[in-house]
C-alpha cells in the first residue's frame, strides 16, 4: 500500500505560479510511474501529466503543455507538478496518482493509488 500526500496549493493570481508536491509514504515510489490529474467543480478528473519511473518520459495534456512540468526525486520519494502562468480555468483540486505501467497512468481507471487531492484556485 502506498500513500501519497499532496501538498501546494493554494490561491493565485492569473499568471503566477505554484509547485505542487507529492510525497509517497514508502521509499517504493521509483518502482512506479506518476502522474497528476485535476477536476474542478461539476467536471469529470482530467489528466494532466505524466512521468515514467527514471524521469526519461513526460506526457502532458494539451491543456497545460508549456506551462507546466512535472518532475520527480525518487530520492525523496516525491513528484513535483511546476506550474507556471496560471489560468484561471486551471483552477481544480489536483491528485498525484501511481500505477505501474507510463503507458497506462493517463488512464485514471489504471492508476493504482492516489492522494487526497489540494486546492489550487486562480483568480482573474
Known amino acids: 500500500q502506498v500513500q501519497l500526500v499532496e501538498s501546494g496549493g493554494g490561491l493565485v493570481q492569473a499568471g503566477g505560479s505554484l509547485r505542487l508536491s507529492c510525497a509517497a509514504s514508502?521509499?517504493?515510489?521509483?518502482?512506479?510511474?506518476m502522474a497528476w490529474f485535476r477536476q474542478a467543480p461539476g467536471k469529470e478528473r482530467e489528466f494532466v501529466t505524466a512521468?515514467?519511473?527514471?524521469?526519461?518520459?513526460?506526457y502532458y495534456a494539451d491543456s497545460v503543455k508549456a506551462r507546466f512540468t512535472i518532475s520527480r526525486d525518487n530520492a525523496k520519494n516525491t513528484v513535483y507538478l511546476h506550474m507556471n502562468n496560471l489560468k484561471p480555468e486551471d483552477t481544480a483540486v489536483y491528485y498525484c496518482a501511481a500505477g505501474r505501467e507510463y503507458s497506462r497512468v493517463i488512464n485514471r481507471n489504471e492508476c493504482d493509488y492516489w492522494g487526497q487531492g489540494t486546492q489550487v484556485t486562480v483568480s482573474s
Open positions: 512521468i515514467s519511473r527514471d524521469s526519461f518520459r513526460t
Open positions: 514508502q521509499r517504493t515510489l521509483s518502482t512506479y510511474a
